[in-house]
């Protein structure tokens, strides 16, 4: 891969997997893909990338048990993280937050300020390593 800045995005779902790829891909990104926790705990320590997007609705573990892991590690902490979810009810937030997230971006995406969001928790992930 170039010097692109990559994402890793975590997703069961074929069809949001692929939009987000799509939206990712379009504004220049390198997209990683992982349809399960396993996979994603493998990919980013390997692939090191500079987000990770993270469904909360995953098969076998879900997306806040694999977040609590990769900040665990020491291999892939440095990492942000952001819930990607249709969970949008009172407290699902913090239980993200908690577990490690970064942020959260409720689904439907908002396909015309997403490229926007990304770039700001990349940029405000960047800025506070060290």
Same mark, same amino acid.
Not at 57 to 86: F, S
Not at 94 to 113: E, L
């Given at each position: 891969?170039?010097? !692109? !800045?990559?994402?890793?995005?975590?997703?069961d779902?074929?069809?949001?997997?692929?939009?987000?790829?799509?939206?990712?891909?379009?504004? $220049?990104?390198?997209?990683?893909?992982?349809?399960?926790?396993?996979?994603?705990?493998?990919?980013?320590?390997?692939?090191?990338?500079?987000?990770?997007?993270?469904?909360?609705?995953?098969?076998?573990?879900d $997306?806040?048990?694999?977040?609590?892991?990769?900040?665990?590690?020491?291999?892939?902490?440095?990492?942000?993280?952001?819930?990607?979810?249709?969970? #949008?009810?009172?407290?699902?937030?913090? !239980?993200? !937050?908690?577990?490690?997230?970064?942020?959260?971006?409720?689904?439907?995406?908002?396909?015309? $300020?997403?490229?926007?969001?990304?770039?700001n928790?990349?940029?405000?992930? #960047?800025?506070?390593?060290?």
């Amino acid at each position: 891969m170039n010097d !692109r !800045r990559k994402v890793l995005v975590v997703e069961d779902n074929e069809l949001n997997l692929e939009l987000v790829t799509d939206l990712l891909e379009a504004h $220049g990104y390198g997209v990683l893909q992982a349809r399960n926790g396993n996979e994603a705990l493998e990919l980013a320590s390997r692939e090191q990338p500079d987000l990770i997007l993270m469904d909360i609705q995953l098969p076998e573990m879900d $997306g806040l048990e694999v977040t609590r892991l990769l900040k665990q590690n020491a291999d892939t902490r440095h990492i942000a993280v952001v819930a990607l979810t249709a969970h #949008a009810m009172r407290g699902d937030e913090g !239980r993200a !937050r908690r577990a490690g997230c970064s942020g959260y971006i409720t689904k439907p995406i908002d396909t015309r $300020g997403f490229a926007r969001a990304v770039e700001n928790y990349i940029e405000g992930e #960047a800025g506070q390593e060290g």
